[in-house]
């Protein structure tokens, strides 16, 4: 397989590394600098915020400039996050790393492109090699991630999150020196023949679309509001970090691990099973949480959410593919992202606020009516597609 192939795959490595990092640390940080408990998780809201208003513009930009010049651009603003993040950190402001992460959120968003950029790089035939290769990084990621937040506490003691941080600049300029090296296949994209293309009113209103994004949404929501959620109720409940940062390690490799295998248990088992075990193991998820709070409830918990969410959301991508034509994917991805990252901003919101003032167990609950919101919509499709299937 192409050697710039694997070099990008080290580039996804570090940029999830890097997200882990920021999962494992930055609700702890809005915990000790927020000026209410309503806004303990305001700088992972913004992180989001910036990953969701970046997502269409980095299409755009890649799409006149070219990868490369996209995913060096992206990849600077990221630089300049850490950056700032660190120097708000040392100087003990709230609002600066908040601006910080959304500037962190932006390059994270440009980074998501990297998984259709190893699909471009390798010849034919080797896609499948790529995406495992894209996948093998975020379990590379799943470990190295939070030791490296543990790790770097004691490079500040004063200041144990400040070394965090700088882990992180040192993770965004090896992938920007990576990225320096790849050579892209930036070739012109073509107009895409617009005779068939439907308006995009058609295309969203259209019942697999719909349940399509649902899903998305419900998954993603779920899987941020528990996750987000999970490091400050350890801390409230009296867990050393180490043993948060472990319990997102597994949450992590429960999400990345179960990829090499979902796309044959879809084939082998059908889209709507798969994406049912997935709701399944999320509600599984809620109820382990409910019934304590010991450590190996945080862990069992977080991974069953990992494991739940890989099922959910990458069943709900396949179907999202087969609502639209070819020459609609453009838009019909753009809206799908936008309307899933902005609920996901929400979900990373209303985390800390529920936790800090309402107590673990009410997140928990209200995680419930938003996958039976998931539950309802899956039995629509199962319903639509016998129907569908009977004329």
Not at 20 to 27: K, S
Not at 248 to 267: C, D, K, N, Q, Y
Not at 271 to 277: G, Q, V
Not at 333 to 339: K, M, P, T, Y
Request: aromatic residues 10%; charged residues 5%.
């Amino acid at each position: 397989m192409n050697v710039f192939v694997w070099m990008l795959a080290i580039c996804q490595a570090l940029l999830t590394t890097g997200n882990i990092l920021l999962v494992a640390v930055t609700g702890l940080i809005g915990q000790q600098l927020a000026p209410s408990a309503a806004w303990v998780t305001f700088p992972v809201a913004m992180q989001f915020l910036g990953l969701m208003l970046a997502t269409i513009p980095a299409s755009l930009i890649m799409g006149v400039t070219g990868r490369k010049k996209g995913f060096v651009l992206g990849n600077l603003v990221g630089i300049s996050g850490a950056l700032l993040a660190t120097y708000a950190l040392y100087h003990q402001q709230f609002m600066l790393f908040s601006c910080a992460t959304f500037l962190l959120g932006i390059g994270i968003g440009f980074g998501m492109l990297y998984r259709f950029a190893a699909v471009e790089l390798c010849s034919e035939g080797q896609q499948p090699r790529a995406i495992s290769a894209i996948m093998a990084g975020g379990v590379i990621a799943a470990v190295i991630g939070p030791s490296l937040a543990v790790y770097s506490q004691a490079w500040w003691p004063n200041q144990p999150f400040i070394g965090a941080f700088v882990g992180l600049l040192a993770l965004y300029i090896i992938a920007l020196i990576l990225l320096l090296m790849i050579r892209f296949n930036d070739t012109e994209v073509s107009s895409q023949p617009t005779i068939d293309a439907r308006p995009l009113r058609e295309i969203v209103s259209s019942a697999n679309y719909i349940v399509a994004v649902v899903a998305g949404v419900v998954s993603y929501f779920v899987m941020n509001l528990l996750m987000t959620a999970t490091p400050l109720a350890m801390h409230q409940h009296g867990y050393h970090f180490a043993q948060s940062a472990s319990v997102i390690e597994w949450h992590v490799l429960g999400m990345f691990a179960p990829s090499f295998i979902t796309g044959r248990l879809i084939l082998k088992m059908g889209l709507f099973p798969t994406m049912l075990l997935g709701l399944a193991l999320m509600f599984a998820c809620v109820v382990v949480n409910l019934m304590g709070t010991s450590f190996i409830h945080f862990a069992v918990a977080l991974t069953l959410l990992g494991v739940g969410w890989n099922f959910m959301f990458i069943g709900a991508t396949q179907m999202l593919t087969q609502s639209y034509r070819l020459n609609e994917k453009a838009k019909a991805q753009a809206v799908n992202e936008f309307v899933v990252f902005s609920l996901v901003a929400i979900s990373a919101l209303s985390a800390g606020w529920l936790e800090q003032s309402l107590g673990w167990r009410v997140v928990n609950v209200s995680a419930l009516p938003i996958l039976m919101l998931g539950l309802i919509c899956l039995l629509f499709y199962q319903r639509q597609h016998k129907r569908q299937l009977s004329v």
